[in-house]
Structures are given as C-alpha cells and as structure tokens.
C-alpha cells in the first residue's frame, strides 16, 4: 500500500462527511502521481461494497474517473513518475525508468487558484511523453504568485529566483514553463526570465498594464523581464472558443508578443486543458512541446 492510500485510509477513518473527505481526496489529488492514483483505485476497488463502506458512493464516483481517464488515448503511467519531495507549496517530480538516461532538463508548471493545471496532477503527469525530466509544480492559492510561494519565497520575483536556483543546483535546463488560468501571466513573465525555450499558457484571463506590473522580475543578466519587449518566442496561447475574455486576452497578447501563437480548443470555455485531454491532444501537444519520446529503459 503506498503512503498516500495510507493517508486517504486514516482520513477515511476520522471523517464524519463527505466534504471533510472530499478536503483530503482533492488535497491528494493535487500532488499525486498516476501509479499512485492506480494505488488509491486498487485499495478503493477492494472496499467496493455499499453494505460495508460507507464511503462507497464516493469512492464509486472517484474510481468512475479514473477508469476514463486512464483509458484515454495517451494517458499512460508507464514513465513511473516519482515525487522527490513535496513541500506545501511546491513539488518535484522526476522520471524513472530510463537506464542511461540522466534527466538534464526542468518543466515548471505554475498552477492556478485551484493549486492544479485544471485537472488533477496525476493526469497532468499521466499525458507528458516518455523522457527523462524533472517537473517542478508550483501553488499559490488565490495570490496567484504575488506573495510569493509560502516557507519558500516571499513575492513573484524571489519565486522566479529561487527556480532558477534550483535548476542552477541540480544541473538542470528550465526547458519549458507552463501555466493556467491565472497563473499564465506569472509563468509567461517567469518563463522569458528564465530564459524557456517554451512557454504553454491555457486560459490566459487578463493581461492588462496593472497586470503586468505585477510579475515583472529580473533576467539572468539583471535586466528587468517586461512583456514589452518580449517578442513571444516559443508561447502557445490555448483558449477556449466559448470563452470569449479569454480570446480577447489571448488576441492582445499576440498583439504584444508577434511571435506567440493562439491554439482555439473548440467547444472549450475556461478550463481548456480538460477537453484537451480527453481529446488525446494534450498527449500530442505535450510531445510536441516538452521533448522527443523514448522508450523506457532505453
């Protein structure tokens, strides 16, 4: 049994509703891996009984999503991600797996409001190709960054700096810096200072000057990072067709930014990850986007 089926198991025990339970699956869900989003559904599929569980209807709902999800196309656990810590605010994961492979580069993912890239991040994870990477995800809550990461920064531009320690300490390239909803903003600017070859924003919701002032930050070489003068090399903008601010902020960015390109998921309003990923395009686009395949062991 993994540790995190051990805490959902003591938080089951102490619960006495739905919603205090619902409190440790979302918490849970929110940095857990997908072999241990496998784990979570044995241990659940084992207790699936409405005469003996009394969290059986819960539990029925969680497990539901987890055999969609991990039958979508491109969906796999195969890579076995592992958490090398976890800290309040922030969590490393890396790759296993790969016998000669070394991971040398960094994803940094800045999550929104809701501290996940619009879906839970064992399917975040779940969807990235086979290579050896480090990903770093990072959560502010509602102060979207500018207070900082709690017990770790103090506002956005020591954020920014202390990322860029951490891949200057484990010998790692910042490869790709993604964000949502409002965390795009932070991880636009972050990206361009630490100098991303990529920058993946879905559901960018304003970009206004009063905005903008708020995460700008300093490059390697001193220079304060501004959107100004970023030219948007390597930015995909994602955003939902029904959404119409988001269209509009994502249409004034590339009016900013001329060399940011706009991806319309169809059908799609705020939350532009989701469909993507039931669609099997968040799959292809991060293959696209965040490296080349390799096959396990190799």
Not at 212 to 227: F, L, N, W
Request: proline share 4%; with cysteine; glycine share 8%.
């Amino acid at each position: 049994m993994s540790v995190v089926s051990q805490v959902l198991d003591r938080a089951r025990l102490s619960a006495t509703t739905v919603n205090q339970l619902n409190q440790t699956i979302i918490a849970l869900e929110n940095i857990i891996t997908p072999s241990e989003a496998q784990s979570i559904n044995e241990s659940m599929t084992v207790r699936a009984d409405p005469e003996t569980n009394k969290w059986d209807s819960r539990e029925t709902t969680w497990r539901d999503q987890f055999t969609q999800w991990s039958t979508v196309r491109g969906f796999s656990y195969s890579h076995k991600f592992v958490r090398v810590w976890n800290r309040p605010s922030a969590t490393l994961y890396k790759t296993t797996g790969f016998k000669r492979k070394t991971p040398k580069n960094l994803v940094v993912l800045f999550t929104g409001g809701a501290n996940r890239m619009m879906v839970p991040s064992w399917i975040f994870l779940g969807n990235f190709p086979r290579r050896p990477v480090y990903v770093l995800m990072v959560r502010s809550g509602w102060s979207f960054y500018v207070e900082g990461l709690r017990g770790l920064t103090d506002d956005f531009p020591t954020t920014v700096e202390w990322i860029r320690e951490l891949a200057d300490e484990m010998g790692l390239t910042v490869d790709t810096v993604m964000g949502s909803s409002g965390a795009s903003l932070p991880a636009l600017s972050a990206g361009h200072a630490l100098g991303a070859r990529r920058r993946l924003l879905f559901g960018l919701p304003q970009i206004s000057a009063d905005e903008i002032a708020r995460y700008q930050c300093d490059d390697r070489d001193g220079a304060t990072s501004r959107i100004a003068r970023d030219e948007g090399r390597g930015v995909r903008l994602f955003a939902g067709s029904e959404d119409a601010r988001d269209l509009e902020t994502a249409a004034e960015a590339c009016r900013r930014m001329p060399r940011a390109k706009v991806e319309i998921v169809v059908g799609a309003r705020h939350n532009v990850v989701e469909p993507l990923a039931r669609q099997g395009a968040l799959h292809r686009l991060l293959q696209k986007h965040s490296g080349t395949w390799l096959r396990p062991g190799s």
